[in-house]
């Protein structure tokens, strides 16, 4: 049986994974997993490290599944790879090698959101769910499912989203990925807003969706993951 720890994004934390639950193939062990100061999982102090957030998901991140990062979490698993031990095989979703390259639109976007974010962190994070469901069929939708999951507030303390903020704007794993521990898969979807030009001709394409598949298209999204966590495990063993 393959074994599955889902990652979640800046901002969002594990029930993001809920729409994928009823679709499941019956040969996958699917395990949801929370970032540090979301949930019920303890925050790390403003100054954090990557060593800092090794050490407190050393005991989540097991060696014998196949990590699934969607977003930001899928920039932090891979920077992991260089403090804990590689998981049979990484997907990213939603998330290349960095967020977004010194100079572009979105670096200047990004940019502009954590002013914002310095001054109003709720509307802010209000505000960057609209964000992420532009790129879906039906947007509007997707920014309500987003509601009904999370609720209306931010579902961490304001310390660690700036935290992830900083990490967004500033993870680089370009020489990572140059040479990864594991099997690497890239996932982008078709009309992603917040993936880079480089992430989208690097990765497979979701067709017809944006940043959260799992919003719009939970039943092939469920049964992607599961066949490329399935190669990614044939490969490693190989």
């Known amino acids: ?36 100061g979301y949930g019920k ?12 957030l090794a050490a407190a998901m050393a005991n989540r991140l097991p060696s014998d599944a196949v990590w699934v990062g969607w977003s930001l979490g899928g920039l932090l698993a891979t920077a992991l ?39 109003r962190p709720d509307a802010a994070w209000r505000h960057f769910l609209h964000w992420q469901a532009q790129g879906e069929p039906t947007p509007h939708h997707a920014h309500t499912q987003l509601r009904e999951l999370l609720g209306k507030t931010p579902v961490a303390d304001h310390t660690t989203l700036a935290t ?35 992430a989208h001709h690097e990765a497979l394409t979701l067709e017809h969706c944006g940043h959260g598949p799992m919003l719009s298209q939970p039943t092939h999204l469920a049964s992607l993951l599961a066949t490329q966590a399935a190669l990614l495990s044939a490969k490693e063993v190989a």
């Open 1 to 36: 049986m393959t074994r599955l720890v889902m990652l979640s994004g800046w901002g969002i934390d594990q029930r993001i994974w809920q729409p994928l639950e009823p679709h499941w193939p019956d040969n996958v062990d699917v395990v949801t997993v929370d970032w540090p």
């Open 164 to 198: 992830g903020l900083h990490w967004l704007a500033t993870l680089d794993n370009r020489q990572r990925l140059k040479a990864p521990p594991c099997p690497v898969v890239h996932l982008v979807g078709e009309h992603d807003p917040l993936a880079s030009q480089t």
């Open 81 to 119: 790879l260089d403090y804990l031990p590689a998981p049979r095989g990484l997907v990213l979703l939603g998330a290349g090698a960095r967020f977004c390259a010194p100079g572009s639109t979105l670096a200047a976007e990004l940019a502009d959101f954590q002013a914002v974010f310095a001054r």
């Open 41 to 52: 999982t303890p925050s790390l102090p403003g100054n954090a490290t990557m060593e800092t």
